[in-house]
C-alpha cells in the first residue's frame, strides 16, 4: 500500500502572531486548557491563566517558561461570577474552557451539582464574555473561542447537566457571534469527542456503574463506541484548534462550531 503524501507547509500561510495580545483562558491548570494556555503563549500572548487550583497554574507557568509569550496564573473560582466578569476586563482573546462532569441517571442527578455544572459552564462564560467585550469592541478586534464539545450537538444518556450547559454554549456563542461582527469580534466553538484529559479519567468508574460493564471496557463500549477514529483526542489537538481560531486566516469564520469528533456526529 502506497502512503499517503502529505503537503509540505506552505511558507506563505499566515501564522499566529499574538505579541502584544491578553489572552485569557479557563480551566488553565490542566487538560485542554494548559494545552491552550501554552498554545497562545507560544504565539506570543500574555495568557491569564484562571483555574482554583493553584498548584497547577504554577506548574503551568513554569511550563511556559522561554516561550515568546508569558503565563500569569490566576487563581479565581468560577462560581464566583463577579470576579470572573473581572477577570475578563481587557482580554484579547477569551477561551472559555473551564468544566466539570457528573455521570448519573436524571432521576438521581444531585440538583447541587446541576446548579453548578450550568454555573461553572454556562453562566461564568456568559459573564467572561461580558466583562471582555467592552475592550473588545473599543480596539475593533477580539477572539472569543468556546470549548465545547461534541455533547454540544448531541446528547449522551447520564450527562443532563454536561450536556445541557454545552447546548447553551453553543447558542451563547451564536449570539455573540452576531452581536460582535459589527465590532471585529468572532465567536465560535471547538467541539471534541472525548480528550485524554482527568476529567475523563475521573469517568470511568461512573460509567461502568451506570452503564453496568467492567471500568476497563469503558472506552471501547461506551466512550469511544461511535467515534469512527478509535482514539481519544490529545488535548494539543484541540488546542491546535483554538489557535486555529484566533489567527488570520479564520477571520472570516464566526458563529460555528468547529468539529473534532473523530466521525462521531457522520452517524
Known amino acids: ?51 482554583r487550583d493553584a498548584a497547577g497554574l504554577e506548574t503551568l507557568a513554569g511550563s511556559a517558561a522561554g516561550l515568546p509569550g508569558s503565563v500569569e496564573p490566576y487563581v479565581l473560582d468560577l462560581t464566583d461570577l463577579d470576579a470572573a466578569e473581572l477577570a475578563a476586563a481587557g482580554t484579547d482573546v477569551l477561551v472559555n474552557n473551564a468544566g466539570l462532569q457528573l455521570v448519573a441517571p436524571l432521576e438521581e442527578f444531585p440538583p447541587d451539582v446541576f446548579h453548578t455544572v450550568l454555573t461553572v459552564m454556562l453562566e461564568a462564560p456568559f459573564r467572561l464574555i461580558r466583562g471582555a467585550l467592552p475592550h473588545m469592541y473599543g480596539q475593533g478586534w477580539g477572539r472569543i473561542v468556546n470549548v465545547s464539545s461534541v455533547h454540544g450537538l448531541r446528547a449522551s444518556a447520564y450527562k443532563s447537566a454536561y450536556v445541557a450547559a454545552k447546548h447553551g454554549l453553543e447558542g451563547l456563542s451564536k449570539t455573540a457571534a452576531l452581536e460582535g461582527a459589527p465590532h471585529g469580534v468572532t465567536s465560535n466553538c471547538v467541539n471534541p469527542a472525548y480528550v485524554r484529559t482527568p476529567l475523563v479519567q475521573r469517568q470511568l468508574a461512573d460509567q461502568a456503574r451506570t452503564h453496568g460493564v467492567p471500568e476497563e471496557r469503558v472506552l471501547a463500549d461506551v466512550l469511544l463506541r461511535d467515534s469512527a477514529v478509535k482514539r481519544l483526542i490529545e488535548p494539543e489537538e484541540v488546542a491546535e484548534a483554538v489557535a486555529y481560531l484566533c489567527g488570520p486566516q479564520a477571520s472570516f469564520m464566526t458563529g460555528t462550531s468547529l468539529v473534532l469528533d473523530g466521525g462521531w456526529t457522520a452517524h
Open 1 to 51: 500500500m502506497t502512503s499517503p503524501q502529505v503537503a509540505a507547509p506552505d511558507p506563505a500561510a499566515p501564522s499566529l502572531d499574538l505579541g502584544g495580545r491578553t489572552a485569557l483562558v479557563t480551566g488553565a491548570a490542566g487538560g485542554i486548557g494548559r494545552a491552550c494556555a501554552l498554545r497562545l503563549a507560544s504565539a506570543g500572548a500574555k495568557v491569564r491563566a484562571v483555574d
